[in-house]
Structure formats: C-alpha cells, structure tokens
DNA sequence: TTGTAGGCGTTATCAC
DNA sequence: GTGATAACGCCTACAA
C-alpha cells in the first residue's frame, strides 16, 4: 500500500520512506500492473478510438492530435480501424467495450439505435468528431452538408452553372456531395452527372470516374470531389483527355492534401484543421473525466482555399 | 468458470449448457472484463506500437497494416507517438509495459544498452520496423544505406557528377543520405551541399534549404532528400528562382507519396510498401506468440521509381 | 504517516 | 462436463 502511494500520491507519504520505496523499486526493477490496478479501480486509463483508416490524413491528423495529447496526461490510446465497413464499428465495439476504456472517440455522428444503446450501457464519455448532427454525448466537427454548400456558394460566385459531383461511397462525402447538389440545384444551375465512387477512394477510381462522365462535360464544368485525391485523379484524367483545366473544367476537392497543394495545377480544396479536431476531443474528454460536466461540444471551422483548379 | 468456457473454448461445453449460459449474457448485457482476464491468465492481449507521427504516410502505412491484421485476431493495438524525439522511447517504455502488452512494435533499429536491457526486463517478443541492424528480437525494414547507395548508382548512370543531398535530422534519413554521399564520393561524384532540416520536415523546409544552396549550383545538379515532401518543396523553391527541373536540378525523393505522384514533374522516388511490413510485423509477432521460434525477421524490398524530376 | 482487510472479475487447477 | 478454490496485483476503506 505504501508503494501504490508512492507511485501515485507521493504527496502523502513522508520523504524518507518514499526515498526507500524509490530505490527498493530500482533494485527490483519494479514495474507496476496497471491491468491490476485498472481492475481495482475501475478506471482503465485507457481510451479507445475508432476511424475508418489511418491511411488517409483525414483521420490520421485527428488521431495524431488526440493521441500526443493524451500522452501528456497518463492515458493510452487504443486504435481500431473500421475501414468504412458501415457494421464493422457494431461488430467491433463489443470487444473494445470489454477492455473497460475510459472514455471512446469515434467518427462520425450518425449511430443506429443498437449502438446508442450499447454506448449507453457503458457510460463511459463518447465524443464523435468529424460530423455534425444528433451527437450522442459530445461533438466535435463540422456539418458536412454546409460545406457542401458554401462549395456551391464559391463555385456559383465565380460563374459556374453546370456542375458535377463524384463522391466516395461514404456517409459524410455523400452529406458534403449533397448539400453541393442541394445548394446548386436552388440557385437554378444545373446537375451534369454525378457519381459514387468505393470507398475509400484515391486518384485510379477519380481518374476512371472522370472517364466515364467525359461525354457528359460539353460546356464549362465546374466539378466538386469528396477528396482531394479523388480531384487529383479527376484532373489527371482531364487532361489525357485534352479538357482544360480550369478553362473547361473547374474541380474543387476537399480535405488540403499536400498532394493537392503540390499539384499542377495546385488543387481548390476544403481546409479543416483535423489535428485540431482531435486535440479538442482529447480536452473535452479529459475535463468530463476529470469531472466537469463540459457542453455538447463544439464546432470547427472550415474555409475554402482557392486555388489554380478553378 | 462455465461462462469463462463458453466464451473461451466452447468446444469443452455441453451444447444445452452453452446455449443457457448465451440466453444468460444477453439477457444481463454482461461484458466480459478482459482487465480482470489479462492480470489472471498473464496475457493481456494488447500489442503496443511505438512510431514518430502518424501524421506522415512513411509510418500510418505501417500502423494501418498491422493494425487491421491484429484486430482479425482479437488483440488490440495501443499506439504511442514519440515525435522523433530521441530519448522519448525511453521515456514512455515504462508505462507502456506497465500495460502488459503481450508484444511490442518498436520504430528503427538502433537502440542503447539501457532500453535493450528494459526491453530484455519485459521478456515479450519486439518488432523493429523500417529499419535494418543488430535487431533486438525481429526486424521487418531494409537498409537505408542501401537505399542512397541505390539512389546514388541510378544517378551516376543517368549521367551525373554533381550531387546534393537534404535531409531530416532523424537517424533513419541520415542514413540514407550518408550511403547516398558515400556512394557518390566513392565514384568519383563531386558533392556541392548537405544540409540537415528539422525533423519532421516537410515542403516548407525544403523550400528553405533550397533557397540557402541556391547559389552553391552553379552546372547541372542531383539533389537528393529524405522525403517526398522535402523534394516537392525543393523542387517548388527552384522552379520559382528560375532554375529548370530536371535540366538543371534533378530531384529524387523517398517514400512515393501521394504528392509526389501528383506533382509537375512527379517525382523521382524509392517505393517501400509500408502496410506490408506491418502486416508482416503482424504476422511474425502473432506467430511468436503461438509458440514458434520464428527466426530474426527479414528484409522487404524498396524499388526506385524513375520520373520527371531526374 | 503507515498498515491491514477485502474485493475488483477473471482464469488455472484440481475435484467430482 | 461442470464446479469449487485460490490466485493474479492492485486500490478502497478503514484502523492504528
């Protein structure tokens, strides 16, 4: 009992013995069972993340943000990768579940009521990121469907009145396509073709999705891609097929890539600060399992960048 | 003890038993503790990965491949950062093996006496990835001397005999920069400017670095940098001072990005297929821990990839 | 300031 | 095939 002080409220314990404690622990190369002590206390000090991938910088920035901070703090992140299977996070939360995390981050807002109910069971704090929408206990991210539509808003202001749209098979890139779709369609432009691609998807499915639409593009396009890669492919493609880029297609991708900003010519996009994103889960997180009864959470900026593509 | 059989190895269960005990778990919404598990049966099934950001592609491919692997199995991963910091490994060893993870993925293969010894204290099985070397336990990587020594023939053959090199100031980057100017040197080749950029280092240090050489490349040059992003930022710096890319600075990068892809002229790089040596990890780790003797790992290749910036 | 008792929820082991 | 018992190593609660 003595040593578990020493360890973790050495405050209390006089200095002599705690000197004692230290230098037995040296000698032994003692090295404390936190399975142990999480079973003991019922606090494991670990939390549990769930992206669909680390492949892509939309979710490796947040889970970088959220795991360096929660570094500092004692707390270990355990990362499980979904891979945008839409029941793999229902199959996976049962076994996550029974390592008795803190606390959970997931991706997204948008749960079934099965799932609500497991997260319920656990009482543990939840924060989803990268969504907007009916959060389930905190929230930090940023409405998809508004993207979309300020998309469409900067697109229309430059001129543009027909458009397309290709969009990964993916809840929140079919949230932004939409709100773009929306937004264009109430402004009177008008919709050449759209698009849904696999997900994930990268430059070889943008490249074969701006194939199949080519004939479609008579006229000026502008054309918006749930990911900058998607756009990447998309212009690549364009210009095999000698369509001008910007002259005869404008193309606008999201997500600030470098691939994008590398680009010739150098990608339009939507900037959001994910490292931000999981920074702020990992306080929020923090404070309520400190004990605060912090708010719903927050939203996140996003801007436009405008670049040589439109 | 039933329900612990059911659950682990229901094949010693009557089918009548095991189907009572199942109705029972639902009907409680019992979760199995795998804390209490873990400290009983010693085996905590958690792996612990130990990389420098995941913010980069060169160390999320690895993570995204070793962790889908191991989450078919039934472990988990628990991620720690160490920000190319160099004592920060040892720093955080300690409380990460205070988790009891059956397993450890460690980055690199150059580690001190001191961490050897906590590590050999610890007596669990060690990946070292992306790297080749006196391996603790396993290795999965290559060699990065190699790799500029490659580098540096594919130059030499394409008719160079001034040469350049930037890179990060993380060990793995000096490596292959030093076999690259070693190889060079040793052919005769004349060696302008070396530079070293903070770690990480991205398309803002290469621009800087491009910009203070400048002046020294005077007749055709090949630079070579540690990254992708290093040379897209080279590449970006000379093109704005008016020097032609590849006629008079050929560039070659490392780690095939996105970006580079993408880029105008893509660049020149060396490929390594990152998820595969964290599946391979993986692999070699779960099958040490079902009792195989496995032998010290291996090697994976690298290829060049010729493009328009050399 | 230090120490004792008991329990956290599993699994190893042995008995039936 | 099933169950009883005793750890696993720590922390909570209370006592000295």
Redesign the interface.
């Given at each position: 009992m003595t040593v578990s002080r020493v360890l973790n409220e050495p405050e209390r314990v006089a200095p002599a013995t705690a000197h004692k404690v230290r230098t037995a622990i040296q000698a032994l190369?003692y090295?404390?069972?936190?399975?142990?002590g999480?079973?003991s206390s019922r606090r494991?000090r670990?939390i549990a993340a769930m992206v669909p991938?680390?492949?892509s910088?939309i979710f490796?920035?947040p889970?970088?943000g959220f795991?360096?901070r929660l570094?500092q703090t004692?707390y270990?992140?355990?990362?499980?990768?979904t891979?945008y299977r839409p029941d793999a996070e229902a199959a996976?939360l049962?076994?996550?579940?029974?390592?008795?995390p803190d606390a959970l981050l997931l991706t997204g807002a948008r749960r079934g009521p099965a799932l609500r109910h497991m997260l319920a069971?656990?009482a543990i704090p939840v924060v989803e990121i990268w969504d907007s929408g009916p959060a389930f206990d905190i929230l930090v991210g940023f409405d998809h469907e508004e993207v979309g539509r300020e998309v469409a808003t900067f697109l229309l202001a430059a001129g543009h009145r027909r458009f397309a749209a290709l969009a990964a098979s993916d809840p929140r890139a079919e949230a932004r396509a939409g709100g773009f779709l929306r937004a264009v369609a109430a402004a009177g432009g008008q919709i050449i073709e759209t698009r849904r691609l696999p997900a994930p998807s990268?430059?070889t499915e943008g490249r074969q999705a701006l194939r199949e639409i080519a004939p479609q593009l008579r006229g000026r396009t502008a054309l918006f891609c749930s990911s900058d890669?998607i756009a990447?492919g998309a212009i690549?493609q364009a210009r095999a097929l000698g369509i001008p880029v910007p002259g005869e297609l404008a193309v606008c991708g999201f997500g600030d890539?470098?691939?994008?900003?590398?680009?010739?010519p150098p990608i339009t996009t939507v900037s959001v600060d994910g490292?931000a994103i999981g920074r702020l889960a990992a306080e929020l997180l923090l404070a309520r399992l400190a004990g605060a009864t912090a708010g719903p959470g927050l939203r996140v900026p996003f801007r436009i960048l405008p670049r040589g593509s439109t």
């Open positions: 190369g090295v404390p069972n936190l399975l142990a999480g079973l494991s670990m991938t680390i492949a910088p490796s920035a889970i970088q795991t360096d570094m004692g270990h992140v355990m990362l499980s990768l891979g996976l049962p076994a996550v579940l029974s390592r008795r069971a656990a990268s430059m890669l990447l690549t890539f470098d691939a994008g900003r590398a680009a010739e490292a």
